[in-house]
């Protein structure tokens, strides 16, 4: 989990994943909270969820919608994290 801890933000030129998620910011707090905050035009969206790690995903849920989600997850060798959306269920 340690490795997650920090602030990650979408790379500009990563499209696809633009596309797919918009502009974001990953907050991963020591705690196990987590900020998901979309970055829209007028406005920021923050969604306060919660973590963990288990062996290659990260496992994210919204306390006031319990569901747990599963999304797989690598840290690049110069320090990017890839997240693989929607591919695990």
């Excluded at 997650?4 to 909270?33: H, M, Q, Y």
């Excluded at 919608?65 to 269920?89: C, F, S």
Aim: hydrophobic content about 35%.
């Amino acid at each position: 989990m340690d490795e997650l801890i920090g602030t990650w933000k979408s790379d500009p030129g990563d499209i696809a994943g633009l596309n797919a998620c918009g502009n974001v910011t990953l907050e991963f707090r020591a705690d196990g909270n987590l900020l998901y905050i979309v970055h829209e035009p007028d406005r920021d969206q923050v969604m306060r969820l919660t973590f963990r790690v288990q062996a290659g995903f990260i496992i994210t849920d919204q306390p006031s919608k319990p569901h747990p989600e599963k999304t797989a997850y690598e840290l690049t060798q110069d320090g990017g994290l890839i997240l693989h959306w929607g591919t695990v269920k």
